[in-house]
């Protein structure tokens, strides 16, 4: 069961403070760590700007004890944030498409100690990781042209999809009667979202 309690902004600081984004760079990158832009981590993808990861964070409202899938994983600080709100009664699985950042994810969030939270590369042809009953949160931290369809389909009832659509941010929610409701949350610039197409 995850409990009502519902993550507040200050947590959301207090996640980051405890989370540093500095474990999550390349070498060369760290001394910038503390800059509100996106860095590059290697193989064409981003550690996105802080304020953006919080912005998405506030929306998703993780509570305690959720089950969350984060799609785009990267370096594993998003996956690492996000189990730092859910706490040891959730679990966080992220899932990045390029096998080398999969590791390299996976190590820098094994790190944290956090053992309810791991990066694993994301299968082939299979867009976020379908689960029985759908997840409670779900993070994109990549621009899809348009809403997909089968991210839609795993988002628990009562759950909440953080996504930008092109230039948009949008918080897609599944309300108890199952009907899905869309809203938007103002412009970012994100990488794109590579969906591999099934054999």
């Known amino acids: 069961m995850i409990s009502e309690q519902v993550v507040e902004h200050d947590d959301i600081e207090r996640a ?94 094994e790190r944290t100690g956090m053992q309810w939270a791991q990066v694993v590369q994301a299968t082939p042809g299979v867009l976020g990781q379908p689960r029985e009953n759908g997840w409670d949160r779900i993070l994109v931290s990549a621009s899809a042209p348009a809403l997909p ?9 009562g759950g909440r999809m953080v996504i930008p659509i092109r230039t948009s941010l949008l918080l897609i929610e599944r309300l108890p009667d199952g009907r899905t409701r869309a809203t938007d949350h103002g412009g970012y610039r994100f990488v794109p979202l590579i969906e591999d197409k099934a054999h």
Do not use: K
């Open 149 to 157: 369809r089968a991210l839609v389909e795993q988002i628990g009832y």
């Open 16 to 109: 980051m403070r405890a989370v540093p984004r500095r474990e999550f760079l390349p070498r060369s990158q760290r001394p910038f760590a503390g800059q509100d832009r996106p860095l590059p981590i290697g193989r064409g993808q981003t550690s996105s700007q802080p304020a953006t990861v919080a912005a998405m964070l506030r929306l998703l409202r993780v509570p305690i004890g959720a089950r969350v899938l984060d799609i785009g994983a990267g370096s594993g600080w998003t996956t690492a944030l996000l189990a730092y709100l859910t706490g040891p009664q959730g679990s966080v699985l992220g899932v990045e498409r390029d096998g080398r950042l999969a590791e390299w994810g996976s190590a820098n969030v």
